[in-house]
């Protein structure tokens, strides 16, 4: 039986659900949010699939202990690096 595996998304199906723009989005992505997995981790320019649940959670995470700007150029927002 194969475990229920959540499926990964684009970024423009993850902005369906999650209150923040695309450039925003990569921004997060870039600086190591969980949920935000590179196809292609060797790649100079990198393309991006989600998992809604662990992006969705850690931008809630975020948004409650920043109450400044989401996209820092380092921030530590739970996700591997």
């Not at 194969?2 to 369906?16: I, M, R, W």
């Not at 969980?34 to 790649?43: F, K």
């Amino acid at each position: 039986m194969t475990p229920n595996v959540e499926p990964l998304v684009s970024a423009e199906e993850a902005l369906q659900f999650v209150p923040i723009n695309r450039r925003k989005l990569l921004c997060l992505a870039r600086n190591g949010i969980a949920g935000a997995y590179p196809l292609d981790p060797n790649a100079q320019r990198k393309r991006w699939a989600f998992r809604l649940s662990e992006l969705i959670a850690a931008i809630t995470k975020t948004a409650i202990h920043n109450s400044g700007e989401m996209c820092d150029p380092a921030p530590d927002l739970g996700g591997p690096r």
